[in-house]
């Protein structure tokens, strides 16, 4: 299994919701990521998980919670958003370590939309 | 911070030219990476260079890391409709797992 996976694939929220995305990896990658991407942009990089741990947060709002179950899971809790953090949101997985390790593969993402 | 410069922005073609696109930052990178992303999709990782002056082919792509560490180019032969898509250049300079992305060049095919 050579994928990311991602859920849902689209995500319409009010402002006073909550919900999650979920990811999931089968490749064995110990290192997972979420990025947030806005039209026209490139990715940018939210968190990094390295070994469930979480590892960078790019001074991202608390209203973003990762969470990383296990090797195969990640999840961003989503909860009082703002109609700016609408985006498509993606995961991606990598080895940590070795010299494949910048190799990123990224998910289909989520595409939020909050009203 | 370092940023990717990332060139030309958008470009319009006829199907069957070659295309060429490249990335230049003014810092070093250990790592380029070349990506291509077709709308409401993921990037999908398509070369991965790993030593300067490294030249990396996949199928109609080539893709090249620059000898001073600091640019790398990606080429698209006899391009065809599904070429079509944002391709971003990415680079690593071994700080831990992040990649820095260029801007994106926007790729239009005209049949």
């Known amino acids: 299994d050579t994928e990311v996976t991602q859920t849902p694939k689209h995500l319409v929220m009010g402002m006073t919701n909550k919900k999650s995305l979920k990811c999931e990896q089968h490749?064995?990658?110990?290192?997972m990521y979420w990025y947030k991407q806005k039209a026209k942009k490139p990715p940018e990089l939210m968190f990094v998980?390295?070994?469930?741990?979480?590892?960078i947060n790019e001074s991202v709002p608390s209203r973003f919670s990762p969470e990383c179950p296990n090797s195969s899971l990640l999840n961003l809790h989503l909860h009082a958003l703002q109609p700016e953090d609408s985006a498509l949101y993606l995961c991606?997985?990598?080895?940590?370590?070795?010299?494949?390790?910048?190799?990123?593969?990224f998910g289909p993402g989520t595409r939020l939309t909050v009203l | 911070g370092q940023q990717l410069n990332q060139s030309p922005q958008s470009m319009f073609i006829q199907e069957g030219e070659d295309v060429s696109m490249n990335c230049t930052s003014s810092?070093?990178?250990?790592?380029w990476l070349w990506y291509k992303q077709d709308p409401g999709e993921g990037p999908v990782l398509l070369i991965a260079?790993?030593?300067?002056?490294e030249l990396t082919s996949n199928g109609r792509l080539t893709a090249q890391f620059g000898i001073t560490r600091k640019d790398s180019f990606l080429n698209i032969s006899a391009s065809i409709p599904s070429d079509v898509g944002i391709y971003f250049c990415?680079?690593?300079?071994?700080?831990?797992?992040?990649?820095?992305f260029g801007g994106g060049t926007r790729l239009m095919v005209k049949p």
């Open positions: 991606a997985s990598s080895h940590p370590t070795g010299s494949s390790y910048n190799e990123q593969f």
């Open positions: 490749m064995g990658h110990r290192a």
């Open positions: 998980y390295s070994y469930e741990k979480l590892s």
């Open positions: 810092s070093i990178f250990n790592t």
């Open positions: 260079l790993y030593k300067a002056g």
């Open positions: 990415a680079g690593n300079n071994n700080a831990g797992n992040m990649l820095t």
